[in-house]
C-alpha cells in the first residue's frame, strides 16, 4: 500500500506491468513437420503520469505490482500479470508462443512460426508496441529451415519479424527510459528475443532487449534461455528446443515520487 499520513499531496508515478513469458519450440530442419522458432515475450505495459492529487483521506491506496508469465516448454508460456496503482491499470505483456500468433498484451508478444507465417501480437494503446511477425521455414528437403520466431514489442519499439533468409529470430522491441529509485534514469521494458536458427546477437537479459533467444541449429545450443531482468517488465527471450523451458518473463514494478519537505 501507498499511505498519505497527512493533507494532500501531487505525485508523479511510473507503473510496469509484468512481462509475457517465451515457450521453447524446436529448431531443427524445415522438412520436420514440428520444426519451428518460439517468439519472444512482449514487456510489460508502460505508464506514466504527472501532478495527480493522492490524500489522507483516501489513504491508504492499494498497489499491486505484476509478475512476469510463465516460461516454459512448448504450449505452456502465459501473458504477464496487471500492475494496478492509483486507480491506473498497466496491462501485463503478451506471451510469446512456440506457434502461433503473439500474445495480446501491453506490449505485444512475437509470433511462433514453424514453416507458415504468423502475425505478432497487438499492443494495448499509449501503453507499448506490437510484436514481431514469425518468418516461415522452408520444407521438402533436408536442406530446410526452420521458422523464425518475432521478437516481443517493447515500450519504445515494434519487435523485430523474424528472419527466413538470414536464419535468425527477430530480436525484442527497445525498451524506454523512466526514472529509478537513485539518480540513475534504468530502461524499463524490453521485448523478448525470438527463436531462430542462429541466434541475434543480444544474449543473456538485459533490460533494453528483455531476454536473450537461443540457437536452434540442429545439434547445438538448444538450452535454456535468458529471462527478463527483474522489475523492470523484459520480456522473456525464447528458446529453440521444445522440451526447454523459454525465458520467464519480469516483475513489474510501481514507484511513486513525490516532493519530501526541507
Same mark, same amino acid.
Request: hydrophobic share 30%.
Given at each position: 500500500t501507498f499511505t498519505v499520513t497527512a493533507g494532500s499531496a501531487d505525485v508523479d508515478y511510473l507503473i510496469i506491468a509484468g512481462s509475457g513469458g517465451a515457450s521453447g519450440a524446436y529448431g531443427g530442419?524445415?522438412?520436420?513437420?514440428?520444426?519451428?522458432?518460439? *517468439?519472444? *515475450?512482449?514487456?510489460?505495459?508502460?505508464?506514466t503520469g504527472t501532478g495527480v492529487t493522492v490524500d489522507a483521506a483516501s489513504s491508504p491506496y492499494t498497489i499491486t505490482v505484476g509478475t512476469g508469465g510463465n516460461g516454459k516448454a512448448a504450449g505452456l508460456e502465459s501473458n504477464g500479470s496487471n500492475s494496478v496503482a492509483l486507480g491506473v491499470t498497466a496491462t501485463g505483456g503478451g506471451k510469446g508462443p512456440y506457434v502461433g500468433?503473439?500474445?495480446?498484451?501491453g506490449s505485444?508478444?512475437? +509470433?511462433?512460426?514453424?514453416?507458415?507465417? @504468423? +502475425?505478432? *501480437?497487438?499492443?494495448t494503446a499509449g501503453q507499448g508496441n506490437d510484436g514481431g511477425a514469425g518468418g516461415p521455414g522452408t520444407t521438402g528437403t533436408s536442406s530446410g529451415t526452420g521458422g523464425k520466431g518475432g521478437g516481443g514489442g517493447g515500450a519504445g519499439a515494434v519487435g523485430e519479424a523474424g528472419?527466413?533468409?538470414? @536464419?535468425y529470430g527477430g530480436r525484442g522491441g527497445a525498451g524506454d527510459t523512466g526514472y529509478g529509485i537513485g539518480s540513475t534514469t534504468p530502461t524499463y521494458a524490453g521485448g523478448g528475443t525470438g527463436a531462430g536458427e542462429n541466434t541475434w546477437g543480444i544474449s543473456g537479459s538485459g533490460a533494453l532487449y528483455g531476454g536473450g533467444g537461443s540457437d536452434c541449429t540442429l545439434d547445438v545450443h538448444w538450452q535454456e534461455v535468458g529471462a527478463g531482468v527483474p522489475n523492470t517488465g523484459g520480456g522473456g527471450g525464447a528458446s529453440g528446443r521444445w522440451d526447454y523451458r523459454g525465458g520467464f518473463g519480469a516483475a513489474g514494478i510501481v514507484i511513486i515520487r513525490y516532493v519530501v519537505a526541507a
Open positions: 530442419n524445415g522438412s520436420w513437420t514440428v520444426s519451428g522458432g518460439a *517468439g519472444g *515475450g512482449g514487456a510489460g505495459g508502460m505508464l500468433v503473439g500474445g495480446t498484451g505485444g508478444g512475437g +509470433a511462433g512460426v514453424n514453416n507458415s507465417a @504468423n +502475425a505478432g *501480437g497487438s499492443a528472419n527466413t533468409f538470414a @536464419n
